[in-house]
């Protein structure tokens, strides 16, 4: 067992406005999954993407919205996402304090 702070991964900039640290990797010795915490500041989005992955998304803190083709839904701390695999997709705070959450993908080769 492997127990740390989520402040401890080093933090890398995925774009401006959006921090997202590797807390448990296969750096960190999992075999199947990658948890990442995202910081996104007030105003700022993660990149409209997909992949052939789904992930799941736990909101720590703040308040945004996940967006998809589908539109935009409000999401606040305690709210769940699932992202089906190939879903064009980000998240973007639409509050006043960061918009923090977990987001959890299978280790990709």
Known sequence: MKISKYRDAEPS????????????SAATGAPNFCMRVFEVEPGSATPWH???WEHEVYVLAG???????????????????????????????SGSVVLRFICVIPLVE
């Open 13 to 24: 900039q995925e774009m401006p406005g959006v921090v997202k640290r590797e807390v448990i």
């Open 50 to 52: 997909a992949h052939p």
């Open 63 to 93: 308040e945004g919205v996940a967006v998809s083709e589908g539109g935009e839904t409000p999401v606040t701390a305690d709210s769940v996402v699932f992202v089906p695999p190939n879903e064009q997709h980000c998240f973007r705070n």
